[in-house]
């Protein structure tokens, strides 16, 4: 009798975790802790890979904007399929979504190091992008369904904090890496952390205890949604970067304009959306999703504006990288330490509220120290913290207003809407660098300091428009 169908029913079947390490009291933080594996992979793989622009041109023989696509194609990807792999995920098991996500996140990582071509390493990053769709999507709400519901702050604290890690220690490390072993280490670093995070998932993560019913698949709705957020993106990556007619950048972002209406139309008649429209009715969601975005806009944004106002100033990129670190350092701190030092009368509104205001102080801080100094270090550190206090508490107030059984599609939200914050921080720092090269009285890092203030206080009005109320739906799962 053949034991392939065994075989194959137990690849589709979530493993429940030894009943000691299940009822342990602790048991939730090892889940936290399996998961900032991804978080951490996640935005050192972000942060790391722009080191290997010049050694990718030079062993590929590309241009700039070729190899561009290395990070461009992963981000598309990344950004269009977070939404529908969480929705999946709530409907088939978020273990073994999050799971197979580090399977394939790792086999296209060693792929990436052995790619023969530029072509094949975009094709792979692609490949890539899927396998972080699936730990990201899942990420959040793997977080909130096993952390006691008075404990859900800090655990998604300490998620963020390891996020930071990996933002911060990205640029160090694949210079490191790239100066000595080569740009494909780059890659192969992600190899022994992925074995790793899979052995521990496999022993340490819930089953899905609560998952979404399967009413269908909602194809045209993921269509519009991958369409929407592909034509913003490159039409975005169009204005911030030379080499694009006009033209063609502002037919993306009509595109984009027009992709997203019909998808919201599209919520509004399917029978099985793509997203429950209530959830983006939910006052909390909507508001805190339009936080997310925001905050993640004023964290990526510094992270082009430093290095290349450094760079015009003379300045060395170590120099640049060291006041760089300052930014996620601070978030770390906050993030894991916050909770402890502030009153605990503070809803989470509070301080979201406190954390998006001080991110505008530090940022009206940043007009008043020269640029290209180390005096930047002050206000890069005051808008960590900020963005550390706010984040956690943002993503608590979101993922409280929304049902357990969706929790993985709340999740892909929330990522999603990072991702874009991400996207447009970077492409908006650049246009304005780039348009304010020569104006006076406002010159380009002027100017960029602007629309960051201007995102902040976005997300200042988006903090105080959040309710705040009780937990209503993550449950913990078994």
């Known amino acids: 009798m053949s034991t392939a169908p065994g075989w194959l029913s137990a690849l589709g079947r979530e493993r429940a975790r030894p009943t000691r390490l299940r009822d342990w009291p602790h048991a939730g933080w090892l889940v936290v802790g399996t998961v900032c594996f991804g978080a951490f992979m996640g935005q050192l793989d972000a942060s790391i890979v722009t080191l290997t622009y010049h050694p990718l041109r030079t062993a590929f023989h590309a241009s700039l904007a070729e190899v561009q696509w290395v990070s461009l194609g992963y981000l598309l990807a990344l950004t269009a399929l977070l939404i529908p792999v969480g929705r999946l995920a709530d ?72 996020q930071a890690l990996g933002l911060a220690l990205g640029p160090t490390l694949g210079g490191l890496l790239v100066a000595t072993l080569g740009w494909r280490w780059v890659f192969w670093i992600n190899v022994p952390v992925g074995v790793l995070a899979v052995v521990a998932g496999i022993y340490l993560l819930p089953r899905t205890r609560h998952r979404a019913a399967v009413t269908g698949r909602d194809l045209p709705g993921t269509l519009l949604l991958a369409a929407a957020s592909t034509s913003l993106l490159l039409g975005l990556s169009g204005v911030a970067g030379p080499g694009v007619p006009h033209w063609v950048a502002i037919a993306l972002l009509g595109l984009a304009v027009a992709t997203s209406i019909g998808f919201v139309a599209r ?198 428009a959040q309710r705040g109320r009780a937990p209503g739906g993550a449950s913990p799962s078994r």
Request: aromatic share 4%.
């Open 91 to 162: 409907a088939h098991g978020r273990k073994l979504t999050y799971l197979y996500g580090f399977v394939v996140f790792t086999a296209a990582s060693a792929a990436c190091g052995l790619a023969p071509t530029l072509g094949a390493l975009v094709g792979f990053r692609v490949l890539q992008a899927v396998g972080a769709s699936m730990l990201q999507a899942n990420s959040v709400a793997l977080v909130t369904t096993s952390a006691p519901a008075d404990r859900m702050r800090a655990a998604l604290g300490v998620q963020a904090a390891a």
């Open 267 to 464: 919520l509004r008649c399917a029978s099985a959306p793509l997203v429950d429209p209530a959830l983006l009715r939910n006052r909390d969601v909507a508001a805190g999703l339009l936080g997310a975005l925001g905050g993640y806009l004023v964290l990526f944004g510094p992270l082009v504006l430093v290095p290349v106002t450094f760079a015009d100033a003379g300045r060395s990129p170590l120099r640049a990288g060291l006041v760089l670190t300052a930014l996620p350092a601070g978030f770390a701190l906050a993030a894991t330490v916050a909770d402890r030092l502030l009153p605990d009368g503070w809803t989470e509104r509070t301080r979201a509220t406190t954390g998006a205001a001080l991110s505008v102080l530090a940022l009206a801080g940043l007009f008043a120290v020269p640029p290209a100094s180390t005096w930047l270090i002050g206000p890069l550190i005051l808008l960590g913290v900020a963005l550390g206090l706010f984040t956690p508490a943002n993503n608590t107030l979101i993922m409280a207003a929304i049902p357990g059984s969706t929790a993985a599609t709340g999740g892909g939200l929330v990522n999603m809407a990072r991702g874009l914050g991400t996207a447009l921080g970077v492409a908006l720092v650049t246009l304005a660098l780039t348009a304010g090269a020569g104006m006076r009285p406002l010159d380009g890092p002027t100017l960029a300091v602007l629309v960051l203030a201007a995102a902040a206080l976005v997300t200042l009005g988006s903090a105080r």
